[in-house]
């Protein structure tokens, strides 16, 4: 919740800005966690992090069973890799946290907010890329745990592990940590990617969330001190969020006058015995796309040694538990027992032999997941709509459904029940399709010259399918 301003709605053709206005703050931020529930229509709504997206298969089989006994059966995959569980009773706090800490998924109770941790979903996968970001997450994610000023950032804080493809530079964190061919990486203190232009645009849950900025400072550090240079970044922006007294959440957020400088890291991070130089040109590694910034391709993954990887898409960023299984067992008797969790609503499965992959990609097909390029639902995401969502005008869920049909390809497409947008693509073009409660109002965002057009949910199908031919 915003404590001196209000959410700026998204308008039809409003540019995205380079930073947010002026932001003042009186309060910490309201985003869930695992162990503090968010009030939804369905019930209480539970929000685990899983740092780069992994799971075991043992720690999956404890979520969907707390899915299955605790909420509504379902689980839904954020645009940060993590999971939500959703229909829970308000008073299951407890005991979800005991299910979680027996699984390793709680390692700091203080902390489990603060480990926004997106990495690279294919490094190591597909000979494209350097280091391992996969070392880099679970250091981080230690260091994060260990000290104890961490735990005053936000819920909404988020750190991306970067391993040159790419694709999490792309995404505007707060804190960026991109591989490079040679012993060095580059930190990076904000985003370059474009910006939901709502100072807080909510996530599907309906709970606010803003990402995104402009980049305040970049520095070439050691690639094996990367992970520390990482968490003295973020005590930068604690201490510069201090001096501006605007106790604002996101480092885009502070006003320029107290932006994290490449100067005053360089000092903090001397002192704490990591070495740094200016970045310069290597502060832009990594491309901003225009089409899903650098999203996974889905299917069947050959990589460079013979083996393979199965990468699948949750249609509207939801499973089943009996989905969710599944993966979770291909994963444990067919590949590494590792399951990797995607920014784009997508699960990854490395380590399945060649020969082995289509038949498992099969079983994935259909069990209801998304595994074709050509599927209607690949592209295509959905806030909670009604009924879980108090604030929607609409079952946007259903009416993407219906309206699924028959639209393969093109640009994203993203359903909101509200002007909030929740969960919308941060990044690129992509179709906007809002809910005005008797019908929607059709948009492609990225392109502001092109006017919106208001049809009704009977038509959406056919306007959606014309604009995500939009070039």
Not at 147 to 152: A, M, P
Not at 167 to 187: H, N, W
Not at 326 to 336: D, E, I, V
Not at 407 to 413: A, F, I, M, Q, R
């Amino acid at each position: 919740m915003l404590a001196a301003m209000p959410p700026t709605p998204l308008s039809a053709d409003a540019p995205y800005p380079a930073r947010l206005p002026a932001v003042s703050r009186d309060r910490g931020d309201a985003c869930p966690g695992a162990l503090r529930l968010h009030a939804a229509d369905d019930g209480a709504l539970a929000r685990i992090r899983l740092p780069a997206g992994l799971l075991t298969s043992h720690q999956a089989e404890v979520l969907a069973l707390a899915a299955e006994e605790l909420g509504d059966g379902r689980l839904d995959l954020t645009s940060r890799g993590n999971v939500q569980l959703r229909g829970l009773p308000a008073d299951c706090g407890a005991g979800l946290g005991d299910r979680l800490r027996a699984a390793g998924l709680l390692p700091s109770d203080r902390h489990e907010r603060a480990r926004n941790i997106v990495a690279s979903p294919l490094a190591g996968l597909d000979g494209h890329g350097y280091g391992q970001v996969r070392d880099w997450a679970r250091e981080l994610d230690g260091l994060l745990c260990a000290e104890s000023d961490t735990v005053h950032l936000s819920g909404r804080f988020l750190f991306a592990l970067d391993d040159g493809r790419g694709d999490m530079s792309a995404l505007g964190a707060d804190v960026t940590l991109i591989a490079t061919p040679g012993p060095q990486a580059v930190l990076r203190v904000g985003g370059v990617a474009a910006a939901p232009e709502t100072a807080g645009a909510p996530v599907a849950s309906g709970v606010p969330e803003d990402r995104d900025g402009t980049p305040e400072c970049a520095l070439l550090v050691p690639a094996e001190e990367g992970p520390r240079a990482a968490v003295l970044a973020a005590l930068e922006f604690l201490a510069a969020v201090r001096e501006s007294g605007t106790g604002v959440w996101r480092v885009r957020e502070l006003p320029p006058r107290h932006a994290v400088s490449a100067r005053r890291l360089a000092g903090r991070l001397a002192e704490a015995g990591v070495p740094a130089a200016p970045a310069g040109s290597a502060a832009g590694a990594g491309p901003t796309p225009v089409r899903p910034a650098g999203a996974p391709a889905i299917g069947l993954l050959e990589g460079p040694d013979g083996g393979c990887a199965l990468s699948a898409l949750a249609p509207l960023g939801r499973l089943t538990s009996a989905q969710w299984r599944l993966l979770a067992r291909t994963a444990a008797r067919h590949g590494t027992d590792e399951l990797r969790m995607t920014p784009w609503r997508g699960v990854v499965l490395p380590g399945l032999a060649r020969g082995d992959g289509r038949a498992r990609l099969a079983e994935l097909a259909a069990a209801g997941l998304v595994v074709d390029a050509g599927s209607p639902w690949h592209g295509v995401s959905a806030c909670t709509g009604r009924p879980g969502c108090a604030k929607s005008l609409s079952d946007v869920r259903a009416d993407a459904a219906r309206a699924g049909r028959g639209t393969p390809g093109g640009l994203p497409v993203h359903w909101s029940g509200c002007e909030r947008r929740c969960g919308h693509p941060g990044t690129g073009h992509w179709v906007d399709v809002l809910s005005e409660g008797d019908g929607y109002r059709i948009s492609v965002r990225g392109e502001p010259a092109r006017p919106a057009q208001v049809v009704t949910a009977e038509q959406a199908a056919d306007a959606v399918a014309a604009a995500r031919g939009t070039t």
